[in-house]
């Protein structure tokens, strides 16, 4: 079992940055793709960026593509999510994911149903 523990939330102005982490342990090795995804109230879930651990392939929603950077450091067992030019509408709890399916597809690595462990998520709200 994979676990995630997500920090680095909080309030920031229209225009600013933020960066979240995401800490991996335990069975990491079952790990293929890294996710991020977010959810606002009354919002479905949606996807953000994804990262492949072998190879560092990464995809982005079409909303946080030029904004948004995800990063792994695999010694570190970490993964970021560089938010630049933040948004009104970027507010959202964020979540960190993990999917074991070792396919490396734009449905697999958008869809939350396809990964296996959560984090706790991590609240980012930004100001007008």
């Known amino acids: 079992q994979v676990q995630l523990v997500e920090s680095g939330g909080g309030l920031v102005q229209a225009g600013g940055s933020l960066r979240l982490s995401c800490a991996t342990s335990g069975r990491t090795f079952r790990s293929y793709t890294m996710g991020w995804f977010r959810q606002a109230p009354e919002k479905e879930r949606e996807f953000v960026a994804a990262?492949?651990?072998?190879?560092?392939?990464?995809y982005y929603a079409d909303s946080v593509k030029g904004r948004f950077t995800i990063s792994r450091d695999n010694a570190k067992n970490m993964v970021y999510l560089q938010m630049n030019s933040l948004k009104p509408e970027d507010t959202a709890v964020y979540y960190c994911?993990?999917?074991?399916?070792?396919?490396?597809?734009?449905?697999?690595?958008?869809?939350?149903?396809?990964?296996?462990?959560w984090g706790q998520g991590t609240q980012v709200t930004v100001s007008s």
């Open positions: 990262i492949r651990w072998s190879g560092g392939d990464t």
């Open positions: 994911a993990s999917n074991e399916v070792g396919v490396w597809s734009v449905v697999v690595i958008t869809t939350p149903q396809k990964y296996n462990t």
